[in-house]
Every structure is written in C-alpha cells, then in structure tokens.
C-alpha cells in the first residue's frame, strides 16, 4: 500500500450488540461536525485583533541602566509599581480596561463566526461543482504522475474531504432532489471503481448515511436518490467492490465490506430491489462463502453476511427458491451442525451469526423445493439430535422443525420425522412443562401430522397411538390445553366486545387489527391449532371422540364449540391461494366429521 493511504485509514471494527445498530469505533461524528471541520479554524487563522503595544524609549532604556547602579533597588521596585499600576489603567494596551477589552474580544468572536452557512439548493450547487472539480483534478493528477503517488497525494485527499462534506446531505434530504439533478449520484457509483480504497470506502459511508432508515426523507425522496443511484448499476458495483476487497488482509478493505454491507442492507429493505440483488448480482454466492470462512473469534463481517442473508430471504419465495437451488440448504445445515451439542459464546457475535443461519433455513424450509432439499441433506435428523442434546439450539431446531413439517408439501419432512423415531422427542417434549412458544411449536408439528400423513400409513398410525396410549394422556394434556386457552379467548373477546359498544361501524373497522392482534396475543393460533388436533382424532378415533367429550363436558362444553371455532378459522381463511384452498378443504372435511 503506498504511504500516503494511510491518511484516509479507517479504525477496527468493534464488537457490536444485537440490539444496537452498527457503528464504527470512534463513533462517526455527525454532517453538522464534518461539515464544520471544513470550515477555516479561527485559532490562529482568522482575522488579526489590534492591539497597542509602546514603543520602548529613552526613559525606559535610562530606568534600565540605572537598575545597575548600588542604590539601583529601590528605585526598580518604584518603577515596577508604577508599572503594575498602568496595566489595569487607562493609557496601557490601547487604553482601554480589561472589561471593555473581553466585550471587543467578544465581539470580535461574533465577527470571525458569523454561524453555519445556509444548507439549500445553492450551497449545495456549489458543493457540486466543487466535488467534480476534485474528482476531474485527481484524475488528471493521477494519470499524469501514475508512477509517482506523492504527486497526486493531495488531490486525493482533498477528494476524500469533499466526499465527507457531502455527508451534511443527510441532514436535509429535501435536497435529494436537487442532488439528483445536479448528476451527483452518478459520479459517486462511479467513484466506487477507484484504484484508492479509502476513496471507495468514503463513498460507501456516504452512501449508507444517505440510504439510512434514521435520515428524515419522505419515501419519495428516498425512492428518488435510490432510483438514480440504481441506474447507475450501483448494486453490481456494490457486489463487485465486495469480491475485490482483501479483508484479511487490509483493515480499510474490513472496514469497506462492513460499510458495503451496510449500503445493501439500507436498499433491500424494499423487496423490489431484495429481488434483484438476489437475481441480478452474484451477492447469494459471495455471502454462503463468507460465512463459511473459518474465523476464531466470528467477527463481525461474518456476522453481518449470514443477517444479510436471512434479510434477503425474509423478503420473497423467489428469493428463498434461488438459493434453495444454489444448494443453500445443505451449506447452512453443515454451517450449523457444529452447534448440535455445543452453544455459541454468550452474547457475542457468533451467537447472533448462528440465530441468523437458523432464520434463513426455517426461511427456505417453508418451499416445497426447501423441504425436499432439508430431508435429503438429513435436516430432520440434525434437529432431533439438537431436542435431544442442545441447549440454545434446542427451541432454533424446534421451530426449524415444525416450519418443515407444514404447509401442504410437508408430508415428506412427517415421514421422515416418524422414520428417524421423532415422536418420542416431540411427544416427550409435549408432556414437560413449557413455556408457549415451545408449546405452540409443538403443536404445530402434530396438526401439521395428522393432516399430512397419508391414511392408514404406518407413519400415521404410529401417530395417532401416540395420543392414545397410556388411556389418552397426550390427548389429555390436549383438553387440558384447550380449557386454558379457551378462558383466555373469553376473557379477551369480553374487553372486545365491551369497547365495541358506543362504536359505530367506521369507529369498529379502524380498531380492527388491533383488536385481532390482541386476540394473537392471548392465544388465538394455538386456540385453532387445539381444535385442529381435536377433530382429527375425533373423526380417527372412536375412543378419542369419546374422551374429548367427556372432557368438554366438565367445563359445560360440547363438539360443537369445536365445530363452531373451526367454522370461525374457515370465514376468515384467505383461499385464493393454493395453500389456502387446501386448508379450506380440510376445515370442511373436519366440519363435516363432527
């Protein structure tokens, strides 16, 4: 690296927080700040104060020589009185006080500052021509001394000042527009291919705090920035700078991927533009290989391409069937397994880099190709293995499971499940005490079983004698189950019901969602899942029929409030989809049995 680099060198990475947003160490000061460091300093570079200073003369040069005669002494402390006199007096430093001369200073102050310079569309028309004036000079001073770098040392780095100048933009992005038009973000993506990285990496920055979620813009300003930036072919740059970036090698080539992935992770937050880093560009690739390089301690680059990852896959099926077929499955499955019996450090960014990986193969397992693709890479197995002997994988693994087990393409992953001697962990998990995560969970994965297995299967008998031996009491802990949820479902429609008197229908259809989400919370889903699992073994079961509404009748219940909650589950169902029309079906054929 040639020595004048080191001018734009950017500090380590520091650990971060899951809870905090990332941030480089020190923190990186504000637009305000940047842009006051541009700014000439006064100390010493402002405007000169006037001051009187007299002129030495006869007499002082007379006083001196006399301070050496034998009787000198007297005569110096008399003349240094008079001395110490005239400095607080009037005729001493350009006759004024020391008040009069704190209020001139001050004013003074006020004069060399007159305050921040007004931020609107004419500064900002200066700032640009100023920036291409920087950026055409060091070109030119680059290609004239190619061979010689301290020749164009200072054009570089008044470059990478006008760079963090632009910085002040974020502060006011109702000059996006402007911003725009002027051609700026045209020559940033271009600057991205510079051969100096700090140059690139100061881009990125810039680019990040513009894109940021915390700048105050309108959806259309930042659509508007985003766009032209777009249509310079700024996401591939992006990638592009990621693959020509040695990390390992170069903190400022860290410190580039950090930033990088920070501009990607502002611009997938749109699924448009998820879709097309994912179609468009290699970054899928390039991130399944960076999470995949051996690191001790994980830092932070590692973590941040498996979120990347899981962002990416969170935003559509298109997204999750890419990297399916990329054999993503398989690659996370093995990324994970380590973790089967072992937990990652507490805290740490390996912990967060393992919960990520977790979320994007519970992702991927709700496809159909996902859930192909888990049982042949023996995902079944390797989360069995996770309920039986992990700690902090053990509830990551339950969720992966009952994610794979759903849905109307799950019935491979419930045959492999009851093969591999799943029941016994599932069910033997059900009968502990849990908290209702874990419990919603669990009951996923049985009405996901007993709609999936095919009938009269081994696989499907197997299941339902699991609910009936030992005289029902999985089936029990089932009704027991259902009472609980049943009083919460009362108790929370009651304080519905009430606010709802005195609400017109206009008042009632605004306060809908969040009287729905109340009902999620105290329990809705697993409320309907309790009917789901019920019904079944109603219909399969003459003895189960039998006890479950022995069991409703102690709470002055019947099969028909089962009915009722499932007719309930199918008005509000969504069935224009395939799923939904394959639920449908089931509801009604439940409905029917009962």
Wanted: hydrophobic share 35%; glycine share 6%.
């Amino acid at each position: 690296m040639s020595g004048f680099e080191s001018l734009f060198k950017k500090p380590a990475l520091p650990p971060t927080s899951k809870n905090l947003k990332r941030k480089l160490e020190p923190p990186i000061e504000s637009p305000n700040d940047r842009y006051k460091a541009t700014r000439i300093e006064l100390s010493g570079k402002g405007k000169a104060r006037t001051t009187v200073e007299d002129a030495p003369d006869d007499d002082d040069t007379r006083d001196t020589a006399m301070d050496t005669s034998a009787d000198g002494d007297s005569f110096a402390a008399e003349a240094d009185e008079d001395i110490e006199d005239e400095e607080g007096g009037r005729f001493f430093g350009g006759g004024i006080t020391e008040r009069e001369k704190e209020i001139l200073d001050y004013m003074d102050d006020e004069v060399d500052d007159p305050g921040p310079e007004k931020i609107d569309a004419a500064y900002l028309r200066r700032l640009a021509v100023s920036f291409e004036r920087k950026i055409n000079k060091n070109a030119e001073m680059r290609a004239k001394f190619e061979d010689d770098p301290a020749k164009f040392m200072d054009s570089e780095a008044d470059l990478d000042a006008e760079i963090k100048a632009l910085a002040i933009l974020a502060e006011h992005p109702d000059l996006y527009s402007e911003f725009v038009r002027l051609g700026c973000p045209a020559s940033l993506v271009s600057l991205l291919s510079h051969e100096n990285t700090d140059i690139v990496v100061a881009v990125i920055q810039l680019l990040g705090e513009l894109t940021d979620d915390d700048v105050d813009a309108t959806p259309e300003q930042w659509k508007e920035l985003v766009d032209a930036l777009l249509d310079e072919g700024v996401l591939e740059i992006l990638v592009s700078t990621l693959e020509r970036l040695r990390e390992q090698e170069h903190d400022e080539d860290r410190a580039g991927v950090y930033h990088t992935l920070e501009v990607l992770e502002n611009l997938s937050s749109q699924q448009e533009i998820a879709d097309r880093l994912v179609d468009k560009t290699g970054l899928v690739k390039w991130l399944l290989q960076r999470i995949q390089v051996k690191e001790s301690p994980v830092g932070q680059n590692k973590q941040y391409a498996a979120e990347i990852l899981s962002i990416l896959m969170q935003q559509s099926a298109e997204n999750r069937l890419k990297l399916v077929a990329a054999d993503g499955v398989d690659q996370l499955l093995q990324l994970l397994s380590p973790y089967r019996k072992r937990d990652p450090a507490k805290g740490g960014e390996e912990e967060e880099m393992v919960e990520n990986m977790f979320d994007t193969v519970t992702c991927l397992v709700d496809e159909e190709g996902g859930k192909e693709k888990f049982v042949e890479a023996e995902g079944v197995e390797l989360c069995l293995i996770m309920l039986r002997e992990g700690k902090m994988s053990k509830s990551r693994a339950l969720r992966l499971i009952d994610h794979a087990c759903s849905g109307m393409f799950g019935g491979v992953v419930c045959e492999r499940l009851v093969e591999a001697q799943g029941l016994k962990t599932v069910f033997g998990s059900f009968m502990k005490k849990q908290d209702a995560q874990t419990t919603e969970h669990l009951l996923g994965i049985f009405a996901s079983l007993l709609r999936n297995l095919p009938a009269d299967s081994p696989a499907r008998i197997r299941t339902l004698a699991k609910f009936v031996e030992k005289d029902y009491e999985k089936l029990g802990k089932i009704m027991a189950l259902r009472e609980d949820y049943s009083r919460r479902m009362w108790a929370v429609n009651q304080q519905i019901r009430a606010e709802q008197d005195g609400l017109d229908e206009e008042q009632r259809e605004e306060r809908q969602d969040e009287w729905d989400l109340r009902r999620l919370d105290a329990g809705l889903f697993c409320f309907q899942i309790l009917d789901q699992i019920i019904s079944w073994l109603a219909a399969e079961d003459d003895g189960a029929r039998k006890y479950a509404a022995e069991q409703l009748t102690k709470s002055r219940k019947s099969l028909e409030a089962v009915k009722k909650n499932l007719q309930e589950q199918l008005d509000d169902l969504d069935d224009t989809k395939e799923e939904g029309k394959a639920t449908k079906e089931m509801l009604t054929a439940l409905i029917s049995c009962l």
